[in-house]
Structures are given as structure tokens and as C-alpha cells.
């Protein structure tokens, strides 16, 4: 992505799934806004009209995917996995291997997720983490038996340095500088290492999606039995979402026949939410720092609108009494969603 902006192309960011660590990085490398693909989240029908809104007045679009290729939804297939947003977008694949210990083998490792799914197109592969020339010579070697291309080739470099903890990378507000750095290492070896001429005609090989663009002015209302508006409160916490849609009696029957109006908080920790979800709320609500359990007291519905467990702001916040009021606004059933990776 870095490299490519670089070059003087507006590139659009994407991320498969729900993360929004990825996406600011994303974020530094192409100065637009990280935006995530998640069809566990929004349904697969909203994949194509929420790349197009995002991606619309761009050079390039650039989707990192989520785990392996086609790891999604624990026990329902394919559903949000990488090979499934790729056939929504109807994008070819260019994987990325880490070539590290081993030669030959790469080519069968290659081969099996090229052929696992006949309707996913892999029509590249980037090697990564080579270590020396006769490495890359062996590689590429193997890989021309498998009909897939060498798209670049990546050596170990020390300057590129992505630390992680438990729940994955280190934030880049909390590496500013050293994020910085990384980036612009990662967008100079990626320059000399990979064909960007080839990748970017791989791209403009893409077929255009059908339908439009989503449009984040046209909100529908959805209607309820009785004629009575829904009831909504969502929170997104960590990489959680908690969703509950109730009617007055869920609340001992207050809000019956009145309207409802959202009230929407951000973590005081908020550097984790996602851009994409405070565009969706309705008009004239905005988030902002919460620091106390009372934000959604006497609302219709409230969303917290990112957070992790461990982060805490200099006023030492952290996301669980946000986490708290959410769940009392929503009530006592709500579905959870966790994180794909455990």
C-alpha cells in the first residue's frame, strides 16, 4: 500500500474481518482511512456496496486478508473468511508465503490453496522472509511447476519490526514514530522486491462489480410487529460484537409508542474504533469519550463503539463499564460474536 502511494496512486485500504489494528496501519501508509470487510458483521450482500463507497475515487484497492485464506466463521464454512470476501468481490488472490525453512515444499503448499476452491482465483504469490539468493533461486524453481506466479520476493530485514502482544499488534498511537519508520522500510523493500507494474495489471484485471455503492445517507428504518420502531443497542467490544434488538418490554415497557433516541460513546481507550461504524449511526448522533457506566441511561439504544481489555488512557479508562452499559441497555439475550482467532 505505502509503496504504491508512493508512486503517486490513490490507494483504498481494506481489511478482512473486524480487526482495527491493521487498519491504521493502513491508514499511515496511504493517508485514507482503513476500512474492514466483514461479512459475519454487515452480511455478505454488503460486502461489494461498502469496497465500492470506499474505494470510490481511487487508483487502487488493496484488501489484506484474515487469517489463512479460507479461515472464517468457526463451524460455518466459508462465511467471512478471505476466499470468501475475495469471490464477493470477485478479486484475484495474490498470496502471501512465508518461504522461511523450506524450498521445494512451497510449490505443494501453493498448489493446495490453489486448488482448493476452483471459484477463488490465485493468481499471484509474494514469497516472504527469503533468506538469501540461492533461497529465491530454489523457490522459484518449484513455483514454476505450479502454473502460479512470482509476483516478488521479500528478504528478512531488520528495520521492518511489527512488535505484537496477546491480542495482536501494537497499536500504531502507541508507536507513532517507530510505526512510521517500519512503514516506510516495509514500502522501500516492497519497491525492490516485487513486480508492482504486474500487480497493478493484476488488479485492473478484476471484472466490475455489480450494483452500486453503499451510501451511508440512506439509512433504513426497519419496522417491527405492531408498527412500533426497534429498539437498538450494539457494542463493540474488543473484537466482540453484542447485539440485541428488543421492544419496550425488554426495558419493563417503558419506550412504548414514543420515539427512541440512540445514544453512541466511544471508549476514553477509543483509539480501536472503526471508522465505519460511527458513519453508520444515525444522523445527529456522535460518539464521543465515555468514562462512567450511566452514557446510555434513559436511551433507546448504545454503542460502544471500539475498546480492547487491556488498554487504558493517562485517566486510566478502561472499556468495561462500557461493556456493563451496554449490556444492561440491551438486555439479558444477546448473541456474541469473538474473535475468529480465539
Known sequence: ??????????????????DYIDPGYHALATGRPGRNLDAYLCGPDLIAPLFAHGSAGCDLAVVEGVMGMYDGAAGQGELASTAHVAKLLRAPVVLVVDASSQSRSVAALVHGFASWDPEVRVAGVILNKVGSDRHETLLREALEE???????????VRQVRAPSRHLGLVPVAERQAEAVESVAALAAQVREG??????????????????????????PAPASAGGRAPRVAVAVVGVHLLLR????????????????????????????????????????????????PTAARGRGGAGALGGRPWPRSARGCCISPVSWTASRCAGSWMPRRGCRSG
Open 1 to 18: 500500500m505505502a509503496a504504491f502511494t508512493a508512486a503517486g496512486l490513490a490507494v483504498s485500504p481494506h481489511k478482512v474481518g473486524p
Open 146 to 156: 505450479s502454473g502460479v506466479p512470482v509476483l516478488g520476493a521479500l528478504r528478512r
Open 194 to 219: 516485487c513486480d508492482l507494474e504486474a500487480l497493478l495489471a493484476l488488479a485492473r484485471s478484476a471484472p466490475s462489480l455489480p450494483g452500486g455503492a453503499w451510501d451511508p445517507g440512506a439509512v
Open 245 to 292: 434488538r428488543a421492544h419496550g418490554a425488554a426495558h419493563g415497557g417503558r419506550g412504548r409508542g414514543r420515539a427512541v433516541r440512540p445514544a453512541a460513546r466511544r471508549a476514553a481507550a477509543g483509539r480501536y474504533g472503526r471508522s465505519r461504524h460511527r458513519r453508520r449511526l444515525p444522523r445527529g448522533v456522535r460518539a464521543r469519550a465515555v468514562r462512567q
